[in-house]
């Protein structure tokens, strides 16, 4: 039963790490194309802007941030079915 509920929290997880890069890349593009095809493209770029533009990229990284923690806890909820 654990293990069910564990392999939907790390659904949970992917879906909101997922939504919230993209979010992340629409404020980007919304700043500028510039911006946006270099945080799709150069991976540390997304940490200067998310410095640079804290106002407009912190929901979308908090919402990575809590699918990355999601992720976590139904990892350590189903450890059985990560190792199959």
């Given at each position: ?10 659904l ?22 510039w ?20 106002s ?5 990284f ?23």
């Amino acid at each position: 039963m654990s293990a069910n509920i564990g392999i939907l929290i790390i659904l949970l997880g992917i879906i909101c790490i997922v939504l919230g890069e993209i979010l992340f890349l629409v404020a980007a593009f919304r700043e500028s194309l510039w911006w946006g095809l270099a945080c799709l493209f150069l991976p540390f770029v997304t940490f200067l802007f998310l410095i640079v533009h804290w106002s407009k990229a912190r929901r979308p990284f908090f919402l990575m941030l809590l699918g990355f923690a999601l992720f976590v806890t139904g990892a350590i909820l189903s450890p059985q079915t990560l190792h199959r």
